[in-house]
T-cell receptor, first 116, second 115 residues
Framework: GNSVTQMEGPVTLSEEAFLTINCTYTATGYPSLFWYVQYPGEGLQLLLK???ADDKGSNKGFEATYRKETTSFHLEKGSVQVSDSAVYFC????WGYGGSQGNLIFGKGTKLSVKP | SQTIHQWPATLVQPVGSPLSLECTVE??????LYWYRQAAGRGLQLLFY??????ISSEVPQNLSASRPQDRQFILSSKKLLLSDSGFYLC??????????????FGSGTQLSVL
């Protein structure tokens, strides 16, 4: 079946530190991959996505590369800020799903806290 | 602009009591609507989705039901809550983006505790 595994949190970093949040997936076919972010008191919002192997999604200084050979989509940022404190969710959308393409399969989420 | 409203933000209910969570979307027509749940220690799981009024698809067997009485209203219900219904419930809507990829927009969620 399809599943997403992401690193357990919480993750606590100092401002300007390097961030990596690991995400691996299991899927049949050719899934699309996403990172969603939930800031305190807000709904989830799409951070970045990649739709095929070797694609790199990027937004707000965050990057993730779709690695089919390692079935991974790790989230990285070179220098985190206090405002990046949030919960980050890795997700996939199965290829060829018969129903709505909105059927995303999420990981458990990783809480990031950035200290000044 | 489009907005999504979900309420209440937190809810504490006794076992066996009924449940009704409401979600409304503004600024768009005929959206796809979704209910997700995150139980403790687990990832977000799709519970229901709807592509139109009165059209509900269930992803997992459970104690809950969903209804879409109006185009931009999606309701999650239960006649008798179980302890296992506790969790964080998220409503979402989607629109087809320019690249053909569907993009999801989420509400701020409801934390339900069943005691």
């Amino acid at each position: 079946g399809n599943s997403v595994t992401q690193m357990e949190g919480p993750v606590t970093l100092s401002e300007e530190a390097f961030l990596t949040i690991n995400c691996t997936y299991t899927a049949t076919g050719y899934p699309s991959l996403f990172w969603y972010v939930q800031y305190p008191g807000e709904g989830l919002q799409l951070l970045l996505k990649a739709t095929k192997a070797d694609d790199k999604g990027s937004n707000k200084g965050f990057e993730a590369t779709y690695r089919k050979e390692t079935t991974s989509f790790h989230l990285e940022k070179g220098s985190v800020q206090v405002s990046d404190s949030a919960v980050y969710f890795c997700a996939l959308s199965p290829w060829g799903y018969g129903g709505s393409q909105g059927n995303l399969i999420f990981g458990k989420g990783t809480k990031l806290s950035v200290k000044p | 602009s489009q907005t999504i409203h979900q309420w209440p933000a937190t809810l504490v209910q006794p076992v066996g009591s009924p449940l009704s969570l409401e979600c409304t979307v503004e600024g768009t027509s005929n959206p796809n609507l979704y209910w997700y749940r995150q139980a403790a220690g687990r990832g977000l799981q799709l519970l229901f989705y709807s592509v139109g009024i009165g059209q509900i698809s269930s992803e997992v067997p459970q104690n809950l039901s969903a209804s879409r009485p109006q185009d931009r209203q999606f309701i999650l219900s239960s006649k008798k809550l179980l302890l296992s219904d506790s969790g964080f419930y998220l409503c979402a809507w989607s629109v087809l983006g320019g690249s053909g990829m569907e993009k999801l927009f989420f509400g701020s969620g409801t934390q339900l505790s069943v005691l």
